[in-house]
């Protein structure tokens, strides 16, 4: 590497948004992709220090997120400029041509790393859809390979040296080293975070990056680290190197670009803008880079392609700037407006709440726990450092980068809902996903849609504690949840406008519906109050009460806590809301429902499924008895107890409010679903009756919904056609039934375009008729 240190040479001014992704070529063109759904090509403009734009592709609809370049190949002598975007499509260009010769959709999502392959004529791809592909440019209708192993987005990919072994990392924070034919042969942790870029540096070893602001030097065919190199303070979004690694350039979020020679930092240059999000190394060694503020600038260590002290002057005095600036602010909000300590007298006003106040020079963050009524100090915040969500001012939201992810508080007492939102896209699209991600009432279209609008205008951008108006009331009762998302939702539908029909096929269902979000600290914090009621000799004892709660997590059952929670549900009625909350929890472990599905459990949901019951405890009795199908024995159970519970059913005077219908639907649903399995004909027609009896007594919509798709499911799934007959003239039979599947089918209103219940009630309609 040499002696002298890099500084400015030019800049280069085009873009408007972001420039996300470079690439450069064998003569040293450079080809830039933005969030200005653009990408630019600039050519060196002879005097060897100067860039002039050549074309600016067009033909993304959404943010262009990668680029390559194929150099000559045997079909196109000229090459291929590829590029990559968030409207799930590739683009291919003639280099100097502004329009795509050829776009197609490549995956699923958006195509956030485009890279050319070692082999010639090919190219690599990978996509928050959890997959990367390997492209034949010859024959790009199909991927030659799709490599399948992640379990979040596949930020980048790569080939070694060797064109026989590709490399790829993911949001799962691991790194999976694949044959060319798509075998998986390694899948290495040790990152701690998402891993976004990767650079081959021989046939055999390479390094990726991360957010985790470290550097990891890996052997491919030993499936090992070689070593661990830090330096960044927070996250590094591209690396690249020279060949053998002499020469190796990272940056990120930390305003920086660092040049390592080996392991060892040898410079680091702070640029103005906050997201450094590209680096590449030119032929000629000098340095591009592409940032959040749409420039593009050109470093390089010989003086004579440096730019003249004037410019250096005044891009240091820029950055120097800058820095003084982020000490002072604060993801838009001054430090010296923050209040300062005195605000933690105020009492939150729900659990779980954020506060930023500023302690002397320092800003410290604290969240209110509603149960020890105390403001507890989540930690000091320094700038935009430390590699965290937090410190970095980018939202990741499932390994998948957002503009906003809003916390979207549903019910008193809940945990917020996560509401990711990118600029650019559509609200009610967005919104309409949300509704159905989470299953809520439709009627909820124009008010999500809307709080997108509104908050997304005049938010910081990415700031994680920016306060905004919540489009639902919030609070910290403890209350039972009514639309609690299962982690299958009914099948959400896609569509390709925010006026676009709805196509999605509803029914029949096959697997069964999760009642299983909950707030478990609140949950225990009532056990305790509850418990602490009871008389000495009645009492349970604290670390009994928390080995019960863990049943309802993912940690390891502690012998005894299921006989513990037995004993918890034997509390009176006016207490036991808490214990049956764990117990419908509890049951989507096998080992839980193996030992709690018996007649035991059955005279506990006995006393609180009549029409005497607390409400709150017959929803919660529902909700548990949806959940048990979801294992053996639970399923065994439910098909056991069918006719009691159903009869039970029947009778209540109402089918309460919306928490309850919901749990009630749920039930049904998933008891349909069982019946449907293991073909109970005579179960079904009792369940058909039943559904046809109650469904004009619901008046949630949610709940509507899942009864109809109960109801299609018994018919669409049944294969014997006489029972299958049977079941159609039944619901033919009932005119109640039929003018309510007319009436939902036909709701043409401008919130409801979309109405998951018209589209069911279409499909329903087509079995019948």
């Not at 197609?104 to 791809?125: M, Y």
């Not at 029949?508 to 509850?530: C, G, W």
């Not at 993912?554 to 006989?563: C, F, L, Q």
Request: proline residues 4%; contains cysteine; negative net charge.
């Amino acid at each position: 590497m040499a002696e002298n240190h890099y500084k400015l040479s030019c800049t280069l001014v085009g873009h408007k948004l972001d420039v996300r992704s470079l690439t450069v070529t064998k003569e040293g063109n450079i080809v830039s992709a933005s969030r200005d759904k653009t990408a630019r090509l600039w050519k060196p403009s002879g005097d060897g220090k100067t860039y002039t734009e050549a074309a600016v592709l067009k033909g993304h609809n959404n943010f262009v997120s990668s680029v390559c370049v194929l150099e000559t190949t045997e079909k196109y002598a000229s090459g291929v400029v590829i590029t990559g975007s968030n409207d799930s499509n590739i683009c291919l260009y003639t280099p100097g041509e502004n329009e795509p010769f050829f776009t197609f959709k490549a995956h699923q999502n958006t195509v956030c790393n485009l890279r050319a392959s070692e082999e010639n004529g090919h190219f690599l791809s990978s996509s928050w859809d959890m997959t990367a592909k390997l492209w034949n440019i010859n024959d790009i209708t199909n991927p030659k390979v799709t490599l399948i192993g992640h379990t979040a987005a596949v930020w980048c990919v790569a080939d070694l040296k060797n064109a026989l072994t590709i490399i790829t990392g993911s949001a799962d924070k691991l790194v999976i080293v694949w044959t060319r034919s798509g075998t998986i042969k390694h899948k290495l942790s040790g990152h701690t975070d998402c891993i976004r870029d990767i650079v081959g540096i021989n046939d055999d070893e390479f390094l990726t990056c991360a957010n985790d602001a470290t550097v990891r030097h890996w052997n491919a065919s030993q499936g090992v680290c070689l070593g661990t190199y830090d330096g960044h303070t927070n996250y590094i979004y591209s690396i690249s190197a020279t060949p053998g690694a002499e020469m190796i350039v990272t940056s990120g979020e930390d305003r920086s670009v660092r040049i390592w020679h080996k392991a060892n930092i040898k410079q680091t240059i702070y640029l103005p803008p906050q997201s450094i999000w590209s680096s590449k190394i030119l032929p000629n060694g000098d340095i591009v880079t592409g940032a959040s503020d749409g420039v593009l600038r050109i470093f390089s260590a010989i003086p004579e392609r440096q730019a003249d002290a004037q410019i250096l002057q005044t891009f240091e005095e820029e950055v120097a700037s800058v820095q003084l600036n982020a000490q002072q602010e604060l993801g838009g909000l001054k430090i010296s407006e923050l209040p300062d300590s005195t605000a933690l007298f105020t009492p939150g006003v729900k659990d779980g709440q954020t506060k930023m106040v500023r302690e002397g020079s320092n800003v410290v963050v604290y969240s209110w726990s509603a149960s020890q009524q105390q403001w507890k100090k989540i930690g000091d915040v320094m700038g935009a450092t430390g590699g965290s969500n937090a410190t970095s001012g980018k939202q990741l939201y499932n390994g998948i980068e957002y503009d906003y992810v809003f916390s979207v508080d549903i019910e008193e007492g809940a945990p917020p809902l996560k509401l990711p939102y990118n600029i650019g896209q559509d609200p009610w699209h967005v919104a309409q996903k949300f509704i159905h991600d989470n299953e809520l009432s439709q009627l909820f279209l124009d008010q999500v849609a809307n709080f997108i609008v509104k908050n997304s205008q005049s938010a910081p951008v990415m700031n994680a504690t920016a306060q905004y108006a919540d489009p639902f009331t919030g609070g910290s009762r403890y209350i039972p949840r009514s639309n609690i998302p299962s982690t299958e939702p009914v099948k959400t539908p896609t569509a390709s406008s925010s006026n676009s029909s709805v196509t999605t096929n509803y029914i029949p269902r096959d697997t069964y519906l999760k009642l299983e979000q909950a707030n478990l600290t609140v949950i225990f914090d009532k056990l305790r109050e509850f418990n602490a009621k009871r008389d000495s000799m009645h009492q349970t004892l604290p670390d009994k009460l928390e080995s019960v709660v863990k049943l309802a997590g993912n940690d390891g059952i502690i012998p005894g806590s299921i006989d513990v929670l037995k004993g918890l549900l034997d509390w009176t009625n006016d207490i036991v809301f808490p214990a049956l909350d764990i117990a419908r929890l509890a049951v989507l472990r096998k080992e839980v429902n193996d030992q709690l599905c018996n007649e035991d459990l059955m005279e506990v949901v006995r006393r609180h499924i009549n029409g005497d019951s607390l409400q709150s405890n017959q929803m919660l009795s529902f909700r548990l008895l949806a959940n048990m199908f979801n294992h053996e024995k639970g399923e065994k159970f439910g098909l056991e107890y069918r006719d009691e519970i159903l009869k039970n059913l029947l009778n209540l005077p109402t089918l309460g409010n919306k928490n309850t219908q919901v749990a009630i639907a749920t039930y049904v649903l998933n008891l349909t679903v069982a019946l449907n399995k293991h073909d109970d004909k005579i179960g079904k027609i009792r369940v058909m009756n039943a559904i046809l009896s109650m469904i004009s007594r619901l008046q949630e919509p949610e709940a509507i919904f899942r009864i109809l798709v109960g109801l299609g499911t018994l018919i669409d799934a049944t294969v014997n056609a006489n029972d299958r007959n049977e079941l159609i003239e039944a619901v033919r039979q009932s005119e109640v039934a039929l003018t309510m599947l007319r009436t939902l089918s036909e709701d043409n209103g401008a919130v409801n375009s979309q109405n998951k219940l018209a589209s069911c009630s279409k499909q329903i309609i087509n079995l019948l008729f």
